[in-house]
């Protein structure tokens, strides 16, 4: 098996351990985050992400000289984010802040101002707004185009998935996303539903799951200018013959657009790219 991953997959999947549907305790995801940051897949992996409010609980799981990169979830009100943050442990690097803006059916825009102006005081991370996929999205990502046209470091995030049916975007709302993120110049994180590589049914749920390689293959189309329809077509292949011929020649490059997604599981999408010949052997099979 080869150990090295193309440049395409660095930093794909955040690891999610402590969140559903796995949630694994604290001590266990620390403990399992060092073993795929010390394996020969660790190039896939990103930070370990971690609710604001057990920092604390993150640092005292920490050796006396260990350092540990995070994403932060904003399980917090966005007014006591900032102090929390603030007084995070010295070993906890902060990569990312994460933080939904509003619910379905609320206006995004006052909670994303304040999100906004968080980012605006951070000098070494991106704060991602999520974004609920309704009522206010377009002037949402109005607004995250304009502050980092300003220099602020804000993205966008998304959900894809859920525990219940409405919570996973169809392929055409999806494109249209990843269509308007494209026009915006905003780079965008997904989260949920996510851990498979190509769209499938899930028997257990009965719940049609976006696939990864799916939403890989349709960025790279996006960031070339396809319109809609063809971004909404690989995002509803079943097949991935057609989405796996698009990667190749992109191997050693970087995703445009696409940062990755959050995953409570490290080896489920990473099996799916070794079944897939995306590692095991990179992209010469």
Request: aromatic share 6%.
């Amino acid at each position: 098996m080869s150990t090295q991953l193309p440049t395409l997959l660095n930093g794909l999947v955040d690891d999610a351990a402590v969140f559903p549907p796995g949630s694994s305790p604290l001590p266990e995801a620390v403990v399992a985050h060092r073993a795929h940051r010390a394996s020969w897949y660790a190039d896939l992996v990103g930070p370990l992400l971690v609710p604001a409010s057990r920092l604390g609980e993150l640092a005292d799981r920490l050796a006396a000289e260990e350092r540990i990169a995070v994403g932060v979830i904003g399980d917090v009100p966005l007014a006591r984010l900032d102090g929390v943050l603030a007084d995070a442990d010295g070993r906890i690097t902060v990569r990312q802040v994460e933080a939904a803006v509003a619910k379905r059916g609320e206006d995004p825009l006052p909670g994303l101002a304040e999100l906004v102006a968080l980012a605006g005081s951070a000098d070494r991370f991106t704060v991602y707004a999520e974004l609920p996929l309704t009522f206010g999205l377009a002037g949402a990502l109005d607004v995250l185009a304009e502050a980092r046209a300003g220099g602020v470091p804000v993205a966008a995030k998304f959900r894809t998935g859920g525990l219940a049916a409405e919570l996973f975007p169809t392929p055409a709302e999806l494109a249209a996303v990843i269509c308007a993120c494209r026009d915006r110049e905003v780079p965008f994180k997904l989260t949920a539903g996510l851990h498979q590589a190509v769209r499938h049914l899930d028997p257990e749920t009965g719940f049609t799951h976006h696939g990864f390689v799916n939403v890989l293959a349709a960025t790279f189309a996006a960031a070339e200018g396809a319109d809609p329809s063809r971004v909404t077509e690989l995002l509803t292949a079943t097949d991935p013959r057609p989405l796996l011929q698009q990667l190749p020649e992109r191997a050693e490059g970087a995703r445009p657009l696409w940062v990755g997604f959050g995953s409570c599981s490290i080896l489920e999408p990473l099996t799916d790219l070794i079944r897939l010949g995306l590692v095991n052997g990179g992209f010469d099979a």
